[in-house]
């Protein structure tokens, strides 16, 4: 390869210069001692790039999906990487360059690319003895959970026909279930979706189509017992715009944060929709439950659009550093026909990559786990300018006390999406361990951290060397075994 990756800062620094390595780790080194309770695998995807971008640049969510597992037994862990073979990817390595131009836009791509444009880069869940590799544009792929040799395309024996299936599928803690939708699910622009109820055997149960106003992202959504909610983020989608060349998101101010309510077992024509303030962007999902005819929702809510590169029609995007998420509930009151929505502050900092006990799923719960920002605590500037996803604190917040319990660790590092592991399969909402990638900047390498729950401020009970850098990443899951 004889073309450099370029100097922008999505391809530079310790968090987004490409890794691109592959390979096997055993028995990595451990400063501390990790608990024997915890015997499973973490793992996690990052979108980074085999090759540089066709175009020249190119945005960070378009990199090429990079699976690790973390393998902890006995005391120990040892690490595997391996990318997703993907069509994309296959593609490209048998040209020896990137084929793919930009971002969800075939219409820009070289003619040698592959038809199936996703780069399953997003999140990764395991389900029916798999480890699906997801993201939003496509069918999932399927990798083998401990080798992560890449298996195939996954359609569930060809049970689910839509174009796209999440990347932010739930598990159902009680029944197993793997709770899941579509969006764009007629192809690029349609503004059909779909939600799906499959069960641990790869059943499909239950599905409901239906149709929303307009295109627009869907990028994660919430559960409860007896509903799901899919929040509208106003990032449209025009089709003509994308056979000129442009982006397939445009964010429209003007348009309100909407919300579709659909009963888990019910029909399209119990779908109802509800509104809440313009020109807001809804983040991850921490959790949701309904109760006595009331559905609270909560997740970090940011006042604008945080996704600088999808701009409005005018070019126009807020400077990043004027933008804050802050974790927000929603209530749908389902017995009011108010349809109005203005959700209530539950932190007073900024935060997003929020995870629950994912024992509590869909139910009653107090305990989140999230990264946060405190632009109080001290930043090195010699580490340069601080790069998009900055997170500075990793955060323990009790939603019933109002507490928060965080542990900042030093000013040149930052933090990745953490999971939490229960103490023990019994042990009450939220004991157990909290587990995180840290970016060290400075050093420009990587760890992973363990936390205690009760007590996060402490730092880690175990540091986790990993012998080389990793770039930033999406999201992960936890595989007890």
């Known amino acids: 390869m004889n073309t450099p990756f370029p100097n922008t800062p999505e391809f530079s620094g310790a968090l987004y210069t490409p890794s691109r390595v592959e390979g096997e780790v055993y028995d990595l080194e451990v400063e501390g001692a990790i608990p024997e309770a915890i015997r499973g695998t973490f793992y996690q995807v990052s979108p980074d790039p085999q090759y540089p971008p066709m175009l020249g640049t190119d945005i960070f969510f378009n990199g090429d999906a990079l699976v690790s597992g973390f393998y902890f037994a006995e005391g120990k862990v040892s690490l595997r990487r391996r990318y997703v073979l993907t069509d994309r990817l296959v593609a490209q390595r048998r040209a020896g360059r990137s084929l793919n131009g930009v971002y969800r836009n075939a219409y820009t791509n070289d003619p040698l690319a592959a038809k199936n444009n996703t780069t399953a880069n997003t999140s990764v869940i395991a389900h029916n003895n798999v480890l699906l590799a997801l993201k939003e544009d496509a069918m999932p792929w399927a990798l083998d959970p401990q080798t992560l040799e890449t298996l195939g395309e996954w359609n569930f024996d060809g049970q689910i026909d839509a174009a796209t299936f999440t990347a932010h599928p739930k598990l159902d803690p009680v029944s197993g279930n ?7 699910a007629k192809g690029d622009g349609t503004p059909d979706m779909a ?18 106003p307009y295109a627009a992202m869907v990028h994660d959504f919430a559960v409860t017992e007896h509903y799901v909610v899919f929040p509208l983020i106003p990032l449209t989608v025009d089709v003509e715009r994308m056979k000129n060349g442009g982006q397939h998101f445009q964010w429209q101010p003007e348009l309100p944060q909407l919300f579709a309510v659909v009963p888990r077992h019910g029909h399209v024509r119990e779908v109802r929709w509800f509104k809440g303030p313009k020109d807001g962007f809804q983040g991850h999902t921490l959790n949701a439950f309904d109760k006595d005819g009331k559905i609270y929702l909560d997740m970090p809510v940011t006042g604008g659009n945080i996704f600088y590169f999808f701009p409005q029609a005018d070019g126009f995007v807020p400077p990043p550093e004027t933008l804050a998420a802050s974790l927000m509930r929603w209530v749908f009151d389902l017995h009011s026909p108010e349809d109005e929505l203005q959700p209530q502050a539950l932190t007073d900092y900024p935060c997003e990559f929020p995870r629950c006990d994912d024992r509590y799923i869909g139910r009653q719960y107090e ?31 009790n939603l019933t006390s109002g507490v928060t319990d965080a542990w900042f660790p030093g000013d040149s590092g930052c933090f990745q999406e953490p999971i939490f592991i229960p103490r023990s399969a019994e042990a009450p909402e939220g004991d157990g361990y909290v587990v995180c990638l840290l970016n060290l900047i400075a050093e420009g390498r990587s760890e992973l951290v363990v936390l205690d729950s009760a007590d996060m401020s402490a730092g880690p009970i175990a540091r986790i060397k990993i012998p080389f850098r990793m770039r930033m990443s999406l999201h992960g899951c936890w595989v007890p075994r």
Do not use: C, T
């Open 178 to 184: 793997l709770l899941a939708f579509s969006y764009e």
């Open 195 to 212: 939600y799906f109820e499959i069960s641990p055997q790869g059943k499909l149960l239950h599905e409901i189509w239906f149709q929303a």
């Open 367 to 397: 305990h989140g786990f999230l990264l946060a920002f405190d632009p109080q605590r001290p930043y090195d500037p010699a580490n340069g300018p601080m790069p998009f996803q900055f997170f500075n604190l990793l955060v323990h917040l």
